[in-house]
């Protein structure tokens, strides 16, 4: 697998230099799950970010009540994360994150390898809270229509 292949594809890291890529795959740690195994569960301490590589992944919500079934809110497939959150708060986990596919392929970021890059390279972090910020307020303002 080629990692920077993968993360030049991964929104997220959208204005990175081939160095800046090449620092975030040095943080990576490879995970693999079997199909219906939970990646994270809701609830969970939020201190990384997933990367899917190989595989598709499903984000499940769990009910409000025992009488509701868990709801699959999405699906994510190679060069989507999920997690993202985990890189900047210190909230629970949201949703469950169950792979789909045997095998799945996930690199992981950990919150503090992430921290210490965006200490030693002012620039990535930048762009990297950039790009997320994007992408939330993407993700708010499609909420916020629907609800319409």
Do not use: W
């Not at 809701?42 to 990384?48: I, S």
């Not at 190679?78 to 708060?89: A, F, K, R």
Request: proline share 4%; net charge negative; with cysteine.
């Amino acid at each position: 697998m080629d990692l920077i292949a993968i993360l030049k594809r991964v929104e997220l890291f959208e204005g990175l230099a081939p160095v800046q890529l090449e620092a975030v795959a040095k943080i990576c740690q490879e995970r693999k799950y079997a199909s219906d195994e939970l990646v994270t569960a809701q609830g969970d301490p939020a201190d990384e970010l997933f990367i899917v590589c190989e595989g598709f992944v499903e984000i499940v919500l769990d009910s409000s009540s025992e009488a509701s079934t868990p709801r699959t809110v999405v699906s994510l497939g190679p060069g989507q994360i999920v997690g993202e959150m985990g890189l900047v708060d210190y909230g629970p986990r949201s949703a469950n994150v169950r792979a789909t596919t045997d095998p799945t392929v996930v690199q992981v970021i950990q919150r503090i390898d992430f921290e210490a890059l965006c200490d030693h390279d002012n620039q990535l972090g930048y762009i990297v809270m950039r790009n997320m910020a994007a992408d939330l307020s993407f993700k708010l303002r499609r909420t916020n229509y629907a609800e319409r």
